[in-house]
């Protein structure tokens, strides 16, 4: 497991509903790569502050699942969201941190509240976001 040494996003339960990049990589249930804002997609590199924008954007346009996103918090380097189910009111958390040093990687975590399982709906939600951000020159860190 990698050293860290700045602060991380929390781990996983071990319940099913929850993805992170602060798993190990070994964990295929809980495990999902960070992105990298200046992938080789994008001709020329931006800022924290463009990515953190390009980020909240995309995170208020897309609505995988029909989940309603509402921000609960957000610094320099971290945003707190909250995505809500259509029908029974529940509530999925999902962070986003932009870890210190130069490198231009979001990790981020996603966790249903309750239960144990999921449907994939915290993976999906991840992909759907992934893929927009995409399209402004973001990608996977790692692949998997």
Not at 4 to 15: G, R
Not at 66 to 87: A, G, N, S
Not at 115 to 137: M, S, Y
Request: charged share 30%; hydrophobic share 30%; with cysteine.
């Amino acid at each position: 497991m990698k050293k860290k040494n700045y602060p991380a996003l929390a781990l996983c339960p071990a319940t099913k509903n929850c993805i992170s990049t602060s798993e190990n990589i070994s964990d295929p249930v809980h495990y999902a790569p960070p992105w990298n804002y200046n992938s080789e997609r994008r001709k020329k590199p931006v800022s924290r502050e463009v990515a953190m924008d390009e980020l909240i954007d995309v995170i208020e346009t897309t609505t995988p699942g029909k989940f309603t996103p509402r921000i609960v918090e957000r610094t320099d380097d971290y945003v707190h969201v909250e995505y809500q189910t259509p029908i029974l009111g529940l509530v999925d958390d999902v962070e986003f941190w932009f870890p210190p040093g130069n490198k231009s990687i979001v990790e981020y975590r996603s966790a249903s509240r309750l239960g144990n399982f999921d449907f994939d709906a915290n993976r999906k939600r991840i992909k759907a976001l992934r893929q927009e951000l995409e399209k402004k020159g973001w990608s996977s860190a790692d692949s998997f």
